[in-house]
Every structure is written in structure tokens, then in C-alpha cells.
């Protein structure tokens, strides 16, 4: 069982917006803001799309954006595009020196 | 250009033991922490390793502890995954991946992958 929790899927519209959850504990999401979300298309190496809770690398869509508050992080995507139908993952870093990802959210674009 | 590109994916029985290799280019590999990240068909992504730049500590998840040993050759550019006493449940497609240079916290980018198949 992965260590944190996520959606299995998520829909919208073109042009809609989405949220996709990343609930973890005390001992992960909430512990500090070592957060990561990546975007992985079928059969492609997974992409960093948001680091450090909030942050996109340089070359990111500004429609990606991340949050928290408690255990729970948040990926919103808005102005949904056809090309954003993919597979999305969470990740944190832990107290115990190590990394926890989610089962993974697929994202169909209606 | 960051560059990863992973091999040494097979097929192997189980109990058997296999060595990936990750060569590096593109950045000054012996700066930055390196982890080895799994995803078994069909599932979500597993962190499996990491290791510091110069490889003197080491971090594992709890299930390859003891089997799995990650290292690297900072001379040759080349993180490695030494795999022992495999298991089915370790099936799955292998990615290095490049982590940051005081923090274990994300990876960016990634290799390709490299498929293991643990089956008798």
C-alpha cells in the first residue's frame, strides 16, 4: 500500500480546473514542505512539476500549481488541455530519511 | 543537457541477482545525490534508494534493505543498483534519477528505466 493517499482518477473539461489530493501524516506531508508532484504520460519517465509544495521548475505551465495545509497537499491544474491527460504522483520526504510516494492519479481530460 | 540513461534490466529467477548501471552526463554527477526510484506494472512509484554525492551514506526503503545495495562511481559518471536475492514483487521498470545537492527532497529529471522481470 502506498504510503500516501491519492484519487485514483480525476476528470474535467477542456478549459476546466482540477485538484488532486495527497494526504500523508505527521511523519511525512506534514512535516516539513519537502513536497514534490510528478506528471507521467504512458510509457514516459515520470516529469517534476512542482517541488517544495509550491514551486514549478523553469519551463512548468503557471495552470500547475501546488499547496498544503496539515498532512494533505494539493496539485490544481487549470485551463485543462488535452495534453495534460496523464498520470500524477505525489511524493514527500519523511522524518526517517526517506521518500513516500502516492499510488498515483490518472487524469482523463473529458 | 542532463542525460540518464539506465541498463542491466532482465529476466531473472527468483533468488538471482542482477546490477543496474546509470551513466550520467550533462552535470557535474559527483555534486549531486542520486536515488533509484521502481514502478511495478500497472502501479504507482516507489522510492527504493539513495545515496549522497560521494557515496558514504546511503538511505533504502524498508523492503530491499539487506538485498539491495546502491553505490556509484563518480569517476566514471555511473550510479549503480547491486539487486540480491530478488522477488517476484520486485518486478518492475528501474529509473535513476537526479536528486539535489544538500536534500534528499525531489528528483529531476529522470532516465528512461530499465525493465526487471523477476519470473521462473
Known amino acids: 500500500q502506498p504510503a500516501l493517499t491519492q484519487p485514483a482518477s480525476v476528470s474535467g473539461s477542456p478549459g476546466q480546473s482540477v485538484t488532486i489530493s495527497c494526504t500523508g501524516t505527521s511523519n511525512d506531508v506534514g512535516s516539513d514542505d519537502l513536497v514534490s508532484w510528478y506528471q507521467q504520460h504512458p510509457g514516459k519517465a515520470p516529469k517534476l512539476i512542482i517541488y517544495?509544495?509550491?514551486n514549478r521548475p523553469s519551463g512548468i505551465s503557471s495552470r500547475f500549481s501546488g499547496s498544503k495545509s496539515g498532512n494533505t497537499a494539493s496539485l490544481s491544474i487549470s485551463g485543462l488541455q488535452a495534453e495534460d491527460e496523464a498520470d500524477y504522483h505525489c511524493?514527500?520526504?519523511?522524518?526517517?530519511?526517506?521518500?513516500?510516494f502516492g499510488g498515483g492519479t490518472k487524469l482523463t481530460v473529458l | 543537457e542532463v542525460k540518464l540513461v539506465e541498463s542491466g534490466g532482465d529476466l531473472v529467477q527468483p533468488g538471482g541477482s542482477l546490477r543496474l548501471s546509470c551513466a550520467a552526463s550533462?552535470?557535474?554527477?559527483?555534486?549531486?545525490?542520486m536515488h533509484w526510484v521502481r514502478q511495478a506494472p500497472g502501479k504507482g512509484l516507489e522510492w527504493v534508494s539513495g545515496i549522497t554525492n560521494d557515496g558514504y551514506f546511503t538511505t533504502s526503503v524498508a523492503s530491499v534493505k539487506g538485498r539491495f545495495t546502491v553505490y556509484r562511481d563518480n569517476a566514471k559518471d555511473t550510479l549503480y543498483l547491486q539487486m540480491n536475492s530478488l522477488r517476484d514483487d520486485d518486478t518492475a521498470v528501474y529509473y535513476c534519477?537526479?536528486?539535489?545537492?544538500?536534500?534528499?527532497?525531489?528528483?529531476?529529471?529522470w532516465g528512461q528505466g530499465t525493465l526487471v522481470i523477476v519470473s521462473s
Open positions: 534519477a537526479k536528486g539535489l545537492v544538500n536534500s534528499w527532497a525531489w528528483f529531476d529529471p
Open positions: 550533462g552535470f557535474s554527477f559527483s555534486t549531486y545525490r
Open positions: 517544495k509544495v509550491n
Open positions: 511524493c514527500s520526504y519523511t522524518t526517517v530519511n526517506t521518500l513516500v
